[in-house]
């Protein structure tokens, strides 16, 4: 366990966190350093190779220069590759590197990364965080665990989760050097254009921006899908036909969007239905899928109703089609920022993209990407203000922008290159609607 542990803790011998292992830092760091001086734990999720460990040594690098801890009194280990149980790690850290107990010394960090490979680590988690109140605990996983109720019910109110999302468009430009003024979108519709195709394909990984497409497509199968797929899902969960999963991960990629019914699915598989449900939740539960529900007034409704469902990351999608189908790929990349929940479908298959849902704020979302856009585009917007009593309705084009008007309901229409326009929009009508 030494040698594990002095690879993984350079620090102990050189003073310092590693340059190679720092990066160049994200928005979320400030907010994640605020945290270390929280009692409760700190949870870091995020897909895979989304940067969580990079953030952890940033984070550990300003415990050493800003706060001057000592560099024995922070421990990094990662269960990814290797197998202990928690006591038998920090009986070996006390023991042989803090050479002190842990309840004398004032205080420890500990950052233990991805987590969820530890077996039964919400319990064994608990007991170490409950008999060390000067202790310090930093966890990131790659799975949800807010999916896990065994996980909320033993750890309830010892932590708080901060999820890392991959780049978002703005850092994105900011890792590529590539300037433009958000006030002045229309001066720079060319470069925006330009950069957010080559985003969809990367996905906002860091590590696949420089690469071009056949190492994309084999950076994100290779590194993130296949090694969940074919790894740690059957690390994690009993499953005999890991291939299957990486069907349903093809099948999804092909059609964005695919209602989830399971039945006709399992036939078209040849597989039971009760499997092709826990192989969803699996997927879903590594954070490689996105759910949506249709929207009902009654959100608890909308869990027994249709459902829909989108790869977590445009970069995937990519990857697995070979193909980039711009129109779809805008659509999933909406859904995905906006951390959708819903979409809507009537009875009369009217069918609305996005409904964005916050308190005392509902927002239906519809993406048109062509080259014009009519009033009758927004034919099921406007249905949906009707049904639902709203007034503002948003459409994101190709090109169009101008405003429908029916009555005292309204559809704003902007093109997705006016990102900031768009965000900017969304805010203002988020706040009309809480005055």
């Not at 019914?261 to 239905?273: R, V």
């Not at 959100?299 to 995937?316: I, W």
């Amino acid at each position: 366990m030494q040698l594990i542990l002095n690879q993984f803790n350079p620090w102990w011998q050189t003073q310092a966190v590693p340059e190679a292992l720092i990066g160049k830092p994200r928005e979320i760091l400030p907010t994640l350093y605020d945290s270390l001086s929280l009692r409760q734990m700190t949870f870091i999720s995020g897909l895979r190779r989304v940067g969580k460990t990079t953030l952890i040594f940033q984070l550990i690098d300003r415990l050493l220069r800003e706060k001057k801890i000592a560099p024995y009194h922070v421990l990094y280990f990662s269960f990814d590759e290797t197998r202990y149980n928690l006591e038998e790690l920090m009986a070996f850290y006390q023991t042989d590197i803090l050479q002190n107990s842990l309840r004398a010394v004032s205080r420890v960090y500990i950052f233990l990364d991805e987590i969820q490979k530890l077996p039964n680590w919400p319990e064994q988690v608990k007991i170490f965080y409950d008999l060390h109140p000067n202790i310090k605990i930093t966890l990131s996983g790659s799975a949800n665990i807010n999916m896990k109720i065994k996980s909320r019910e033993s750890l309830a109110g010892r932590f708080f989760d901060y999820v890392i999302d991959p780049l978002d468009f703005p850092e994105y430009l900011a890792f590529k050097n590539v300037l433009v003024d958000h006030a002045r979108e229309a001066v720079f519709q060319q470069v925006i254009s330009k950069e957010f195709r080559q985003f969809l394909k990367t996905g906002g990984f860091i590590e696949a921006v420089p690469f071009n497409d056949a190492q994309l497509i084999r950076y994100f199968k290779d590194s993130i899908l296949e090694r969940v797929t074919y790894r740690d899902i059957p690390e994690m969960f009993s499953i005999s036909v890991p291939d299957l999963l990486f069907r349903l991960l093809n099948i999804i990629a092909q059609k964005p969007g695919l209602y989830l019914e399971y039945k006709n699915i399992a036939s078209d598989l040849q597989f039971d239905q009760r499997t092709i449900v826990n192989y969803f939740s699996y997927l879903e539960h590594l954070l490689l899928l996105q759910k949506l529900y249709n929207y009902s007034i009654d959100l608890s409704a909308s869990e027994k109703r249709l459902k829909r469902v989108y790869l977590a990351n445009t970069g995937f999608t990519c990857a697995l089609t070979g193909d980039m189908n711009f129109p779809l790929l805008m659509e999933q990349f909406w859904i995905n920022f906006l951390k959708a929940q819903y979409f809507y479908r009537s009875p009369q298959k009217d069918e609305v993209d996005i409904v964005r849902v916050a308190e005392k704020f509902c927002l239906p979302i519809e993406i048109k990407m062509r080259e014009n856009v009519s009033a009758k585009d927004a034919a099921a917007l406007f249905k949906f203000l009707c049904q639902f009593d709203l007034k503002e309705g948003l459409m994101i084009s190709l090109q169009t922008e101008t405003e429908f008007a029916n009555n005292d309901k309204r559809v704003k229409v902007l093109p997705y290159w006016k990102y900031w326009s768009i965000l900017r929009w969304v805010e203002e009508v988020k706040e009309s609607e809480r005055l």
